[in-house]
C-alpha cells in the first residue's frame, strides 16, 4: 500500500508524499523489502545510497544503520 509518507532508510527521515518530494527522494525496489526511499540529503552524500540502503534495510532499519553496523 502506498504510504502517506515518504521514510528514508537511511537517516529516518519522514516527508509527507507528494508530487516534488517524491522526485527529490532516491527510490529503489528491493525484493525483500519491497519499496525502500533515500532523501535527498542521504542520496547526495552517499554516491552509493542503493548499496547503503539496501544493508541499512537488512539490517534492521534507520536505527542499525546510525550505530555504525554498515558505515
Ligand atoms: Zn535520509
Do not use: F, I
Not at 13 to 24: F, I, P, T, V, W
Request: proline residues 3%; negative net charge; charged residues 15%.
Amino acid at each position: 500500500m502506498a504510504g502517506l509518507y515518504l521514510t528514508c532508510g537511511l537517516c529516518g527521515r519522514k516527508q509527507a508524499d507528494g508530487l516534488l518530494s517524491r522526485n527529490a527522494w532516491g527510490h529503489m525496489a528491493d525484493s525483500q523489502h519491497g519499496q525502500l526511499q533515500a532523501c535527498p540529503t542521504c542520496k547526495e552524500s552517499h554516491s552509493d545510497w542503493e548499496n547503503k540502503l539496501v544493508s541499512a534495510a537488512y539490517e534492521g532499519g534507520p536505527s542499525a544503520y546510525s550505530q555504525g553496523a554498515y558505515a
